[in-house]
C-alpha cells in the first residue's frame, strides 16, 4: 500500500471524526488535540463508556481489584474538558460516505440519524466476541466479556446467590483469567476447548504446565471439543452445556471466551481494502487504502516483525500506539511509522505465568518460514540464593541468519522480563548471537551471570555454529541411540517418556562409552539439557558423528509427550 506522507495537505483547523474510544480512538483523540489545539475533534463511542481498562476487567470480577471506578481510565467529561474533545456517547456511526466525506450517525438513545463532515476519519470499532449459533446461546447466564456492561453482568451473576458452577468456554487469555478469577470467588469451574490444549497459542508442550497448574486447582479440563449446546430450563436460563463428545456439563454461569472477530462492516461497506488476517489493511502511518481513513486497534493490520508481513494482532499495546500515531497523522499531516509488532503477551494462571513474542514453531510451520527452536530450563536468578524458581524458555530463531524470530516463556517469577528482552532485542533485529552478549543485569535475588536469555542464546549458537544439534523434545526418537546421562536414581524415579533408552550417568561416560556404537544417530538427555550438552560434546570428539541433545531434556520430554497424547 502507498505511503501518505503530506500526499493530501491539511487545513489548519481539520476536522477529525473518531469511530471508537477504548484504547485505539482515545489514545488517537487526545494525541491529536497534543498536536494541533485548532483541530475539530469529534468522537463517537455507541456505548457508555469512552475509554476503559478492559485488560483489567477479570480482575475486577474476582475481586483482586475492589473499585469499579479504577477500570475507568478517562470520562467522557474528562475528555471534554481537559482536551476540549466533542464527545458523543451511545451514538453509533452506521455508515461513511468516502466522496463527500460525510458519516451517517444514529443516536442510539433517540433512533434518529444525522450526518457528520470530515476532514479525516480515524476507525477504531474494534472487535466483538465471538458467540456461536447454538441453542441456548441468548440465556441471560451466558455471557460474554468484552466491555463494562459485559462485566457488571458476570459479577452480578457470580454474586448472585446459587452460582455455585461455572463453564468457560475457550482457553485464550481471557478465558483463562477467568477460570482463574471464578476459583478465587469459590466458583467451581470447568473449561472447555476445542483445540487439544489450553493457550493455543503456545506450542503444545509449552503449555503443559498450564495445564497442571489448572488442575491443581481443581479446574476440569474437556480439551479437543467444541461446545455443541447450552441446555436452558423452564424459566430460560442455561443450566448445562452440551459437548461435541456427549459430555454433559452443569453450569450456573457459562462465560464464551472463543474469541473475537473484527467490526470491519463500516469499512467493507465503504470500499476500504481488507488485508489477508481479516483486517483493514494500511500504510505504515495506518491509512487505510484512502487516505484521508485510518485504521486502529483490533480491527487494523499492523506490520508483523517476524515475517515482515501484515497481521491482525488484538492486543492493547499495538491498539495505543497506533492510535497516538494515526492521532498525530491525522492532525498533522505527519507522524512516525507504526513500528513492527511482535504479538507480546503475558497471561497469569494462578501460579504460573506464560509469556511469548513472535513465532512458535507451530505458527513457523503454517506460514512455512524457516525455523529451528531450542529449550532451556533455568531458575530465575541465582540457584544459590533462596528462592529461586525453574523458567522454561523456548527460543525460535532463522537457521540462515541466526535472526530470533520468537520465544515463549513459561514459570514462575522472571517469565515476563525474559520475553520483554527477547522481543526488544527482536525490534532491533537482533540475532541469536546478539542475545548472547547482552550486558544485562545480574545480582543473585534478581538473575544470573549467565541469565536464562543468555542459556538460550548459546545453545541457538551452537546450533548455528555446527558445535551442537538439538532434537525437539516431542521427535519421535525410535531407530536411534538414545542416551539418559541423568544417575541412576534420576533416570529409575523418571525413565525418559516415550522411547527406550540406555542409562549412563554423565560422569560414567567416558569409562564407559565402549557400550555405545558411534555408527548409530544417537540422542542424549539430562533433566534439562545442561548435562546433555555435555555428554554431547564428549560423544562427538570420541568418534560419535550423528549426535543430538534433547532439547529441554527429560522434562521438556513428558510434557510433549503428554501434550501428544492428549491430541489422541
Same mark, same amino acid.
Given at each position: 500500500?502507498?505511503?501518505?506522507?503530506?500526499?493530501?495537505?491539511?487545513?489548519?483547523?481539520?476536522?477529525?471524526?473518531?469511530?471508537?474510544?477504548?484504547?485505539?480512538?482515545?489514545?488517537?483523540?487526545?494525541?491529536?488535540?497534543?498536536?494541533?489545539?485548532?483541530?475539530?475533534?469529534?468522537?463517537?463511542?455507541?456505548?457508555?463508556?469512552?475509554?476503559?481498562?478492559?485488560?483489567?476487567?477479570?480482575?475486577?470480577?474476582?475481586?483482586?481489584?475492589?473499585?469499579?471506578?479504577?477500570?475507568?481510565?478517562?470520562?467522557?467529561?474528562?475528555?471534554?474538558?481537559?482536551?476540549?474533545?466533542?464527545?458523543?456517547?451511545?451514538?453509533?456511526?452506521?455508515?461513511?460516505?468516502?466522496?463527500?466525506?460525510?458519516?451517517?450517525?444514529?443516536?442510539?438513545?433517540?433512533?434518529?440519524?444525522?450526518?457528520?463532515?470530515?476532514?479525516?476519519?480515524?476507525?477504531?470499532?474494534?472487535?466483538?466476541?465471538?458467540?456461536?449459533?447454538?441453542?441456548?446461546?441468548?440465556?441471560?447466564?451466558?455471557?460474554?466479556?468484552?466491555?463494562?456492561?459485559?462485566?457488571?453482568?458476570?459479577?452480578?451473576?457470580?454474586?448472585?446467590?446459587?452460582?455455585?458452577?461455572?463453564?468457560?468456554?475457550?482457553?485464550?487469555?481471557?478465558?483463562? =483469567?477467568? *477460570? !482463574?478469577?471464578?476459583?478465587?470467588?469459590?466458583?467451581?469451574?470447568? %473449561? +472447555?476447548? $476445542?483445540?487439544?490444549? &489450553?493457550? @493455543?497459542?503456545?506450542?503444545?508442550?509449552?503449555?503443559?504446565?498450564?495445564?497442571?497448574?489448572?488442575?491443581?486447582?481443581?479446574?476440569?479440563?474437556?480439551?479437543?471439543?467444541?461446545?455443541?449446546?447450552?441446555?436452558?430450563?423452564?424459566?430460560?436460563?442455561? =443450566?448445562? *452445556? !452440551?459437548?461435541?463428545?456427549?459430555?454433559?456439563?452443569?453450569?450456573? %454461569? +457459562?462465560? $464464551?471466551?472463543?474469541? &473475537?472477530? @473484527?467490526?470491519?462492516?463500516?469499512?467493507?461497506?465503504?470500499?476500504?481494502?481488507?488485508?489477508?488476517?481479516?483486517?483493514?489493511?494500511?500504510?505504515?502511518?495506518?491509512?487505510?487504502?484512502?487516505?484521508?481513513?485510518?485504521?486502529?486497534?483490533?480491527?487494523? =493490520?499492523?506490520?508483523?516483525?517476524?515475517?515482515?508481513?501484515?497481521?491482525?494482532?488484538? %492486543?492493547?499495546?499495538?491498539?495505543?500506539?497506533?492510535?497516538?500515531?494515526?492521532?498525530?497523522?491525522?492532525?498533522?499531516?505527519?507522524?512516525?511509522?507504526?513500528?513492527?509488532?511482535?504479538?507480546?503477551?503475558?497471561?497469569?494462571?494462578?501460579?504460573?505465568?506464560?509469556?511469548?513474542?513472535?513465532?512458535?514453531?507451530?505458527?513457523?510451520?503454517?506460514?512455512?518460514?524457516?525455523?529451528?527452536?531450542?529449550?532451556?530450563?533455568?531458575?530465575?536468578?541465582?540457584?544459590?540464593?533462596?528462592?529461586?524458581?525453574?523458567?522454561?524458555?523456548?527460543?525460535?530463531?532463522?537457521?540462515?541468519?541466526?535472526?530470533?524470530?520468537?520465544?515463549?516463556?513459561?514459570?514462575?517469577?522472571?517469565?515476563?522480563?525474559?520475553?520483554?528482552?527477547?522481543?526488544?532485542?527482536?525490534?532491533?533485529?537482533?540475532?541469536?548471537?546478539?542475545?548472547?552478549?547482552?550486558?544485562?543485569?545480574?545480582?543473585?535475588?534478581?538473575?544470573?551471570?549467565?541469565?536464562?536469555?543468555?542459556?538460550?542464546?548459546?545453545?541457538?549458537?551452537?546450533?548455528?555454529?555446527?558445535?551442537?544439534?538439538?532434537?525437539?523434545?516431542?521427535?519421535?526418537?525410535?531407530?536411534?541411540?538414545?542416551?539418559?546421562?541423568?544417575?541412576?536414581?534420576?533416570?529409575?524415579?523418571?525413565?525418559?517418556?516415550?522411547?527406550?533408552?540406555?542409562?549412563?550417568?554423565?560422569?560414567?561416560?567416558?569409562?564407559?562409552?565402549?557400550?555405545?556404537?558411534?555408527?548409530?544417530?544417537?540422542?542424549?538427555?539430562?533433566?534439562?539439557?545442561?548435562?546433555?550438552?555435555?555428554?554431547?560434546?564428549?560423544?562427538?570428539?570420541?568418534?560419535?558423528?550423528?549426535?543430538?541433545?534433547?532439547?529441554?531434556?527429560?522434562?521438556?520430554?513428558?510434557?510433549?509427550?503428554?501434550?501428544?497424547?492428549?491430541?489422541?
Amino acid at each position: 500500500m502507498n505511503q501518505h506522507q503530506d500526499d493530501d495537505p491539511l487545513d489548519a483547523a481539520p476536522t477529525i471524526v473518531i469511530v471508537g474510544g477504548v484504547a485505539g480512538g482515545a489514545s488517537a483523540a487526545t494525541r491529536a488535540r497534543r498536536m494541533n489545539e485548532k483541530a475539530e475533534i469529534i468522537l463517537f463511542e455507541k456505548d457508555e463508556y469512552v475509554s476503559f481498562a478492559n485488560c483489567g476487567l477479570p480482575y475486577y470480577i474476582g475481586g483482586e481489584i475492589t473499585d469499579r471506578n479504577k477500570l475507568l481510565v478517562a470520562s467522557a467529561d474528562m475528555l471534554r474538558h481537559r482536551f476540549h474533545l466533542d464527545v458523543r456517547t451511545r451514538q453509533e456511526v452506521l455508515a461513511i460516505d468516502r466522496e463527500q466525506r460525510f458519516v451517517t450517525v444514529k443516536r442510539l438513545d433517540s433512533g434518529e440519524t444525522y450526518t457528520q463532515t470530515y476532514d479525516r476519519l480515524i476507525l477504531s470499532p474494534g472487535a466483538s466476541p465471538f458467540v456461536p449459533p447454538i441453542d441456548g446461546a441468548p440465556a441471560p447466564n451466558v455471557l460474554t466479556l468484552r466491555n463494562i456492561p459485559d462485566t457488571d453482568a458476570i459479577k452480578a451473576q457470580v454474586d448472585r446467590d446459587g452460582t455455585e458452577s461455572a463453564v468457560v468456554v475457550g482457553a485464550g487469555f481471557i478465558g483463562l =483469567e477467568m *477460570v !482463574e478469577q471464578l476459583v478465587h470467588r469459590g466458583v467451581k469451574t470447568t %473449561l +472447555v476447548e $476445542l483445540q487439544p490444549q &489450553v493457550l @493455543p497459542l503456545l506450542d503444545a508442550e509449552m503449555a503443559q504446565p498450564l495445564a497442571e497448574e489448572l488442575r491443581r486447582h481443581g479446574v476440569a479440563m474437556h480439551l479437543g471439543t467444541g461446545i455443541e449446546r447450552i441446555v436452558t430450563s423452564a424459566n430460560g436460563r442455561a =443450566e448445562s *452445556v !452440551e459437548l461435541a463428545d456427549g459430555t454433559s456439563l452443569a453450569a450456573d %454461569l +457459562v462465560i $464464551l471466551g472463543i474469541g &473475537v472477530r @473484527p467490526n470491519t462492516k463500516l469499512a467493507v461497506e465503504a470500499g476500504l481494502e481488507i488485508g489477508r488476517s481479516g483486517g483493514i489493511a494500511t500504510n505504515d502511518f495506518m491509512q487505510t487504502s484512502d487516505p484521508s481513513i485510518y485504521a486502529v486497534g483490533d480491527v487494523a =493490520e499492523y506490520p508483523y516483525g517476524p515475517t515482515a508481513g501484515r497481521q491482525r494482532i488484538a %492486543l492493547a499495546g499495538p491498539a495505543n500506539r497506533s492510535g497516538r500515531l494515526a492521532g498525530e497523522h491525522a492532525a498533522t499531516g505527519r507522524s512516525a511509522k507504526m513500528a513492527s509488532v511482535m504479538g507480546t503477551s503475558v497471561v497469569r494462571v494462578f501460579g504460573i505465568t506464560a509469556a511469548m513474542t513472535g513465532l512458535t514453531m507451530s505458527l513457523a510451520g503454517r506460514l512455512k518460514q524457516s525455523a529451528r527452536a531450542v529449550t532451556i530450563i533455568a531458575g530465575h536468578h541465582a540457584g544459590y540464593y533462596p528462592g529461586a524458581e525453574a523458567l522454561t524458555l523456548k527460543l525460535v530463531y532463522e537457521p540462515e541468519t541466526g535472526r530470533v524470530l520468537g520465544a515463549q516463556a513459561v514459570g514462575g517469577a522472571g517469565v515476563d522480563k525474559r520475553i520483554d528482552v527477547i522481543a526488544t532485542a527482536m525490534h532491533f533485529g537482533a540475532t541469536v548471537s546478539d542475545l548472547a552478549g547482552l550486558d544485562l543485569a545480574y545480582a543473585p535475588p534478581y538473575g544470573s551471570a549467565k541469565d536464562p536469555v543468555h542459556m538460550a542464546a548459546f545453545a541457538a549458537s551452537n546450533d548455528l555454529r555446527g558445535i551442537e544439534s538439538f532434537v525437539e523434545a516431542g521427535a519421535d526418537l525410535s531407530g536411534r541411540q538414545v542416551v539418559d546421562v541423568r544417575t541412576t536414581m534420576e533416570s529409575s524415579e523418571a525413565p525418559l517418556a516415550g522411547t527406550e533408552s540406555v542409562n549412563i550417568p554423565l560422569d560414567q561416560l567416558r569409562e564407559r562409552i565402549g557400550e555405545l556404537d558411534p555408527k548409530r544417530p544417537t540422542v542424549v538427555s539430562c533433566a534439562v539439557g545442561l548435562r546433555g550438552h555435555v555428554a554431547s560434546r564428549i560423544l562427538r570428539q570420541h568418534g560419535f558423528n550423528d549426535v543430538a541433545n534433547l532439547s529441554g531434556g527429560a522434562i521438556q520430554r513428558t510434557r510433549a509427550v503428554e501434550a501428544q497424547a492428549s491430541r489422541g
